[in-house]
């Protein structure tokens, strides 16, 4: 399964921009600039969503996440998810969250296998590694936290939530879906 962001909202965005930047050559320089900042920044973001699709894809394995870095890959036994909901101003916003955090801190129960200290300090460019279970991982005790809203997903959040609890393996724990 994939999402990604709909793909007449990223040609409306390219639409704009290509209007702004039309639009700016016409205005005095003060505006030229305003109105030219505008239209690239819509520009990038179009780049941006056809750049990264899909944003989003789902299979056996796990998850993936594109980002303008590179891709994430999320395996099912460590991944929850969860569906973010809050309200600013009147405006209730929807987020999917993807949490492979494991602290003590994340959901009471520690997690030693992520905690584990190499047996001999390491040096040189390994020094930001920590062995866990005999391989080398980069140093990320909190694990890895994404926030993709309705745009990025091209989709309901909640929807895509329960489509990846309904893909996820059963039996394993660490997941959670709260749609």
């Not at 990604?4 to 965005?13: C, F, M």
């Not at 395996?75 to 003590?104: C, I, K, M, N, Y």
């Not at 590694?129 to 309705?150: A, I, N, Q, S």
Request: charged share 25%; glycine share 12%.
């Amino acid at each position: 399964m994939q999402w990604s962001a709909r793909p007449w909202e990223t040609a409306a965005l390219a639409a704009a921009g290509v209007a702004l930047g039309l639009v700016a050559v016409l205005l005095d320089p003060v505006g030229r600039v305003l109105v030219g900042a505008a239209a690239v920044l819509l520009l990038a973001l179009a780049v941006r969503d056809r750049v990264l699709r899909p944003r989003l894809s789902a299979g056996p394995a796990g998850v993936a996440v594109r980002t303008l870095s590179g891709t994430t890959r999320l395996a099912w036994p460590l991944l929850r998810v969860a569906v973010r909901e809050t309200r600013h101003w009147g405006v209730r916003s929807r987020l999917l969250e993807l949490d492979t955090a494991t602290g003590p801190d994340d959901d009471g129960r520690p997690r030693p296998e992520a905690r584990r200290e190499p047996t001999a300090p390491l040096q040189g460019p390994a020094a930001s590694l920590r062995v866990v279970g005999g391989k080398g991982v980069l140093h990320e005790e909190d694990g890895v936290f994404v926030l993709l809203g309705r745009r990025d997903l091209g989709a309901d959040p909640g929807d895509v939530a329960r489509a990846l609890q309904d893909l996820a393996p059963r039996g394993r724990s660490g997941h959670s879906c709260r749609p």
